[in-house]
Each structure stands twice: as structure tokens, then as C-alpha cells.
């Protein structure tokens, strides 16, 4: 027996690659249904090769009976909608930042911390966690287990995947408009993505920190362990799929690269792909598609004791967003809901 599955913002990026995931890893489902706004009421969205879902309104949607919802449309939306469909009985996992840092809301990368699935009861909602967070958190828990991170300081290069498909058609326009010679119309970013780096991704803060260098500081400390000291800074690259992350650590005792290699290679979830050579490494091109987070330049850092560098790279809108999300829901049937069993 499967489940009954509604996933919305199912005509944005991330929902259609939910829809996607849930159809590749044949996740057990009796009915899925695909939820939007009132305005995409009537399209068409795949699920699967074969199978195409029409899209429903989720304001008016009745989610009695539904056991999860699988949502990525935007923080608002979570707002209102999610506590409606949790009191209705579903389990809901969220991939917008609204419930993040709710004391009674887990936030979950299975590879790092799926005991924390156990605490879902308390709403009925799940986090998922920003997008640069997981692919980093992946890389960092092996490490930590090994050696202790002490602080980890982040900079961040961020596909315009991340702004959604405005963001994409955006680069796409401008990179048009250059070659052409013609204006440059500006809406999703603050100025000009072709062929430039914004520092600058979500709201300043008091501090001047960005809020999405904010999300990668507390997100982290609540996934992996609120001891550990993070900076970040996160910059918008024209790049349309893919984040990277160039990530130095300084660790509690001593470690060599040889040791840190080994424990990445034995870790769910990451590849490394560390050669010392022309081509011996990932970029975010070749992460477009894939499940695993890359890890690729790991090196002593010289100038500080117990130290490293490497660098991260994942697709953002698979392990980033859709296929995280899809993992905790599989944690969920498998060690909670249990009712395909």
C-alpha cells in the first residue's frame, strides 16, 4: 500500500523536480497530487515519462487523508498552508525558510541528522534546510566526526537556479541582451548577473550580513552542532543549475588531508573527485542531474594549524532542494509512518 502525496509549488523549479525524484526513486505512492496557486489551476505537470497530473488549487485543496506534502512555495505560502494541512493530519516537509529555525520544527539532512525525524510530532512539519546549507553540511559532517570542527568559514557561488525560473530567464535575457547590444532589463537582481558576481543574495541585515549568509551560520549550528563557529558570504554567479562552495575548516586536533579524504570517500552522499591535475576536479556544470554532493581541491591550509580547505559543489535544485526533501520523506515512511509496510 503507498501513500497519498501532494506536492506544492508544483509548477516551479523545485516542484517539478520533486515530481521528478519522487518518480525516479519510485517512492510508494496510492495518489499524488500536484498544488499551486490559483493562477496555474488548469496546466499540466509531469510525473514520471508517461504521466501527466493537472495542477489543482491549494487554497481551496482539502488535505484530509493526504499523509505528506512535499512543498516549495515560498516562505508566505508555507505560512498560511502548512499548519492547515498538518491539523489536518499530514506530515508536511517544507522547503522554504518560514519554519527553519521553529524550536519545534526539525531540520533534517538525512545523511547528517535523520534522528531529528523523530521530533516531527511535535507540528507535523519537517524542514528542509537552504539550499548552499545541505550541500555543505554533507561535506562537513565526516570531518566532524573526525577531527571537531572548531569554525568553518564559507564563500559561496550560487547558480541563479536559486532565484527560481525569473532568475534563470534573467541571466538568460541579459546574457542575449549583451551579445546584441541591446538594454539590459533588471527585475530578480540587484544589478547586472551576465557576466558579473553579486554579492549579495536575500535581504541585509543589521549586522551587513545577507540573510542568506545568516541561513548558512544558525542552519548549520542546528543541523551539525551549535558549538561550531560559521561565516559565510554568499554571491549570485552566472550560473544557471549548480551551487559551489569554497569551505575552510579549523578543527579541534590535528588532521591530513589523506585522513579527510578517506573519511569523505566513506560518506554517504559525497564523491570525491580530488586530482591534483587539469580537469581533476567538479564544477557546477557536472553536478546538473546528479544526486551527490562533489568534493573536489582538498588541501592544507598552511597558515593555520589544523586546518583545511576544499571545495563543494552540488546540483542546488536536486540535493538542494528536491531530493533532500524526498529523503526525509523516505526516512519518514521507513522509520515512523510505516504504512507500506
Not at 549579495?200 to 541561513?215: A, N
Amino acid at each position: 500500500m503507498g501513500y497519498k502525496i501532494a506536492v506544492v509549488g508544483a509548477t516551479g523549479n523545485v516542484g517539478r523536480e520533486l515530481l521528478t525524484t519522487l518518480s525516479e526513486r519510485a517512492f510508494p505512492i496510492d495518489k499524488i497530487t500536484a498544488l499551486a496557486s490559483e493562477n496555474s489551476v488548469g496546466r499540466v505537470v509531469s510525473f514520471g515519462e508517461e504521466d501527466e497530473l493537472d495542477v489543482q488549487s491549494l487554497s481551496s485543496f482539502d488535505f484530509t487523508g493526504t499523509d505528506i506534502v512535499l512543498s516549495s512555495a515560498g516562505g508566505k505560502v508555507s505560512a498560511e498552508f502548512a499548519p492547515r494541512a498538518a491539523k489536518a493530519g499530514a506530515v508536511v516537509i517544507d522547503n522554504t525558510s518560514h519554519f527553519r529555525m521553529d524550536p519545534d520544527v526539525p531540520l533534517v539532512v538525512p545523511e547528517v541528522n535523520p534522528h531529528a525525524i523523530s521530533e516531527y510530532g511535535q507540528r507535523n512539519i519537517i524542514a528542509n534546510p537552504n539550499c548552499s546549507t545541505i550541500q555543505m553540511v554533507v561535506a562537513l559532517k565526516p570531518l566532524h566526526d573526525l577531527a571537531g570542527l572548531k569554525r568553518v568559514v564559507v564563500s559561496t557561488y550560487q547558480s541563479v537556479s536559486g532565484a527560481g525560473r525569473a532568475g534563470m530567464d534573467e541571466l538568460f535575457n541579459q546574457t542575449r541582451a549583451v551579445f546584441v547590444n541591446d538594454p539590459l532589463d533588471r527585475a530578480e537582481f540587484t544589478k547586472q548577473i551576465a557576466f558579473n558576481a553579486i554579492p549579495h543574495i536575500d535581504v541585509f541585515m543589521d549586522d551587513g550580513s545577507t540573510k542568506e549568509e545568516w541561513k548558512m551560520v544558525v542552519e548549520t549550528k542546528k543541523i551539525l552542532d551549535p558549538k561550531i563557529k560559521v561565516s559565510a558570504t554568499c554571491v549570485r554567479v552566472p550560473v544557471f543549475i549548480g551551487h559551489a562552495e569554497s569551505v575552510n575548516m579549523t578543527f579541534e586536533k590535528e588532521v591530513t588531508v589523506e585522513e579527510a579524504r578517506a573519511a569523505l570517500s566513506a560518506a554517504p552522499g559525497v564523491v570525491v573527485v580530488d586530482h591534483r591535475a587539469d580537469e581533476g576536479y567538479v564544477t557546477p556544470v557536472e553536478s546538473v542531474g546528479e544526486d551527490s554532493v562533489y568534493v573536489s581541491r582538498i588541501r592544507e591550509d598552511i597558515s593555520e594549524e589544523n586546518a583545511l580547505n576544499m571545495w563543494v559543489v552540488s546540483d542546488n535544485l536536486r540535493k538542494g532542494a528536491a531530493l533532500n526533501a524526498v529523503q526525509i520523506a523516505e526516512a519518514l515512511v521507513a522509520g515512523y509512518l510505516d504504512k507500506a509496510a
